[in-house]
């Protein structure tokens, strides 16, 4: 990919385009094939850039274009040898031109945590923070290409954010439509790391030294629910690229599963604005989607108490919900698994047959309560300390042995054995 930037004012404007033998096809985060149509995107900041080191602007292109490009050339800039090798090592793309005089930038300053609002920064910001600063993209739209979905409400999630800022937190805005460079699904980032264009574009700025991810054991080792493989996605690749550039990447919520980290963002001091669903409007979330349905069922599997009736006759009057419900295997199963058996009345719910199903029970899947422990090998060692000695504040545990032997097994199928066939809904007596 050829890529060409332009600075005018707060605005930092890349023109994109294919190098001969790249294809618009690639494959982004979790396997997706992404196409890339748009070829240009702009990220504004919330101040004036100044000079930006080459290896910080070659980052931000690369977040966005790693999918279709073989080679990264950037036009009026050259990269530090430093960067250009670990980009090699890592994706095995070229990077050029390479400046043999260039002085890599080296990570000293300040963490910072990207943050959305939902459960999973909530729970990374209180095991590394507090007091850092929080940093949030916001979609815009494009100049040229119409929007063309009603699936993601951004203004929902900026509201939330700036909630936090009221509260004092130090919050810094970054708006970007990078989203349209992918034509093909819509509306999806080439690469997780792409909602970072705007803070590694500032990293000298706001002087950070790291930022803070909230990747959960779903994402770092799961394969996005599907299997335990640790090496189907490529983050561990990049936290070498941006080490290179002078940023670390930190995952401090890496060994914890989405029904720890909806717990420690319950105990935040912000935890009331948790949101996870990208539905909803200011109101609340929309208790028709996926993600409604399994966020509500862990609140009230961590809580104990039964599924509110109000909540599960609104998602069992969702389509979409109940044909999900319906035949195993399951959208994140691992999640339905946790909290179906910690929900007293669950058969009598919209969850009832996926109960049937599964048949899942609480000391199998206690695992999901504590804490994986190579997640802490992706830290720092005094940030490694601080984060163990968080978790057992917060009284999370790190897993036992048998727990690490059930989370590298997990699969779907192994909660659809033959001696598990889903049994009839119990006759009422009445």
């Not at 890339?36 to 850039?49: H, I, N, S, T």
């Not at 000293?108 to 729970?123: H, K, L, N, V």
């Not at 000695?389 to 989370?407: H, K």
Request: glycine fraction near 8%; charged fraction near 20%.
């Amino acid at each position: 990919m050829r890529v060409a930037v332009g600075v005018e004012g707060h605005e930092v404007l890349f023109r994109l385009e294919l190098l001969p033998g790249e294809l618009p096809r690639g494959h982004g985060q979790f396997h997706m094939e992404v196409i890339f149509g748009v070829p240009e995107f702009r990220v504004r900041l919330p101040m004036a850039p100044g000079d930006l080191h080459p290896d910080l602007v070659a980052l931000t292109a690369l977040t966005v274009v790693r999918p279709w490009s073989h080679e990264l050339r950037m036009v009026g800039l050259a990269v530090s040898q430093k960067f250009a090798g670990a980009v090699h090592q890592a994706f095995g793309i070229e990077v050029g031109p390479v400046d043999p005089a260039l002085t890599p930038r080296r990570a000293i300053g300040r963490p910072a945590i990207s943050y959305s609002g939902g459960p999973d920064s909530m729970a990374a910001e209180s095991l590394v923070g507090p007091g850092i600063p929080l940093i949030h993209m916001v979609r815009i739209p494009h100049r040229r290409v119409p929007y063309r979905t009603a699936r993601h409400r951004g203004d929902v999630h900026r509201a939330l954010v700036e909630h936090a800022l009221a509260a004092g937190e130090e919050v810094h805005f970054f708006e970007s439509d990078l989203e349209f460079v992918v034509v093909r699904p819509h509306p999806t980032f080439p690469q997780w790391p792409s909602i970072l264009v705007g803070p590694i574009l500032l990293a000298d700025l706001l002087q950070l030294a790291s930022i803070t991810y909230g990747r959960t054991q779903n994402g770092m080792y799961l394969d996005e629910g599907r299997r335990f493989n640790p090496a189907a996605d490529s983050e561990l690749a990049w936290v070498e690229v941006f080490a290179a550039a002078g940023l670390d990447l930190l995952y401090p919520t890496a060994g914890l599963s989405e029904a720890s980290t909806l717990r420690l963002a319950s105990r935040h001091r912000l935890g009331d604005l948790s949101r996870s669903c990208m539905l909803g409007d200011h109101r609340g979330p929309c208790l028709t989607c996926r993600k409604c349905a399994l966020k509500e069922l862990l609140r009230a599997a961590i809580s104990g108490a039964p599924l509110p009736f109000e909540t599960d006759r609104r998602l069992g009057a969702s389509p979409s919900v109940v044909e999900y419900l319906e035949t195993p295997p399951y959208y994140h199963q691992y999640l339905l698994e946790y909290g179906l058996p910690r929900v007293p009345g669950i058969e009598a719910t919209v969850f009832g047959l996926a109960a049937r199903h599964l048949r899942s029970t609480v000391e199998e899947t206690a695992w999901m309560d504590r804490y994986y422990p190579p997640a802490l090998d992706l830290l720092p060692g005094p940030l490694a300390n601080q984060v163990e000695s968080r978790l057992l504040e917060e009284g999370i545990e790190v897993m036992t042995e048998r727990d690490i032997e059930l989370f590298e097994s997990w699969h779907p199928g192994r909660a659809l054995r033959a001696d598990r066939q889903p049994q009839p809904a119990a006759l009422d007596p009445s």
